[in-house]
């Protein structure tokens, strides 16, 4: 069952749950998806590859907004935001703890053979790709950085 599939099944849901956060969310989900498979040149189907990195373009909305709302003390409107994020990254693999995510970046600056900060491009080529949807891109900058400097 794909992406949109499963979304439609849990939007009926909370219809009749009547679940403000989740429908929130979940319509937040299908408005990228209808928008993603009608863009020019998307041939009306999305791969999964690009469903995770659609996931992870809310995800990451969401927590920009989330943090603008802490900083202006508005925690209604954060809640809001803290409620959609837990509805779409239902959708997202598992994401990597930070032992498992130190693990796979080592073990991906060992296979490139970075050995300074300034080898970073050479880490985060190699890890967005493996690492796709199982961390953010911040996250996983942050751990190689710390990694290739000590």
Known sequence: MGLEQKVMAELKT???????????????IKAAIINAKTAEGAH??????????????????????????????????AKK?????AVIEKFLPKQLDGEALKAALSKI?????????ADIGKVMGVATKQLAGQADGKTISAVAKELLSK
Do not use: F
């Open 81 to 85: 935001e803290e409620e959609e994020i």
């Open 14 to 28: 909370a219809m009749l749950a009547k679940d403000e956060g989740s429908l929130r969310g979940l319509r937040a």
């Open 44 to 77: 009306g189907e999305l791969k999964e590859e690009d469903e995770t990195k659609l996931l992870q373009k809310l995800v990451k909305q969401r927590k920009d907004s989330l943090e603008i709302y802490q900083q202006q003390n508005r925690p209604d409107l």
């Open 109 to 117: 600056i060992a296979e490139t053979g970075a050995s300074s900060p």
